[in-house]
């Protein structure tokens, strides 16, 4: 390199590291600031009224055994209205029958046998290979005729959209393992329920809605005024 232009050269370096480090020029980087941490949303809360009217057909579940699946049935009961007729029928020990839960067509709804022990509502049952489907279930009775007429009221969606949510959400219950007695009993020649214009679309979709949007809080409600009353059977 000729003497002049080797001398320009590292004159101009010079110039340039100067210029570089000169107060408020070309400062050096800063780290970034840490991202503010993104509260997860808090769900608005809705509250779902149940009421006790306790079962004393009922026993344990099978030790370790999960629960893992909601059986939706009707009671098969023309002229009947109210949970706490139905109620009533499984307070008898000779009924030999139970379920969790009763909604009636006002949308209350009643808890029978706590969720942790064995409704006596399926029968002879089996889902995906494994028998014996009380063992692993919930049951949930909506008050019908199963006329395939008789309708499923909106009281009733709601209340079972809210109820199926807040066990969805404290079970960890699979949505696909909602279903219907006649999917699961070894008799669905004899045992139809749900009946046939019960909404599983809106239901579900409910459901999903509900899991997405809302936080479901049970709350008591008082027992049933007149409690008890008359007992009716379900058809066999």
């Not at 706490?84 to 020990?93: E, Q, V």
């Not at 020649?189 to 214009?197: C, H």
């Amino acid at each position: 390199m000729h003497p002049t232009i080797a001398i320009a050269f590292t004159a101009g370096l010079c110039v340039f590291g100067a210029s570089y480090f000169a107060p408020g020029i070309f400062q050096p980087l800063k780290a970034a600031p840490e991202p503010t941490p993104t509260a997860t949303p808090v769900k608005p809360v809705v509250t779902l009224p149940i009421a006790e009217a306790l079962s004393p057909n009922v026993d344990a579940r099978p030790v370790g055994t999960l629960i893992d699946a909601i059986v939706i049935h009707d009671t098969e009961t023309p002229g009947i209205s109210e949970a706490r007729t139905i109620a009533n029928h499984f307070g008898n020990p000779r009924s030999q029958v139970s379920a969790h839960y009763i909604i009636g067509k006002r949308g209350e709804v009643l808890q029978c046998v706590p969720d942790d022990l064995r409704a006596w509502h399926a029968g002879p049952s089996k889902y995906q290979g494994r028998e014996k489907v009380n063992d692993f279930s919930i049951g949930i009775e909506l008050v019908n005729a199963q006329t395939g007429r008789d309708p499923f009221t909106d009281a009733q969606y709601q209340s079972l959209i809210l109820l199926t949510t807040e066990l969805v959400a404290r079970h960890g219950i699979p949505l696909e393992r909602i279903i219907g007695h006649r999917e699961i009993t070894n008799f669905p020649k004899i045992k139809r329920d749900p009946a046939d214009n019960f909404d599983w679309n809106r239901y579900k979709m409910g459901v999903r809605l509900m899991l997405d949007t809302k936080q479901v809080q049970r709350v008591p409600a008082p027992t049933p005024s007149g409690w008890p009353v008359r007992a009716v059977s379900p058809k066999p």
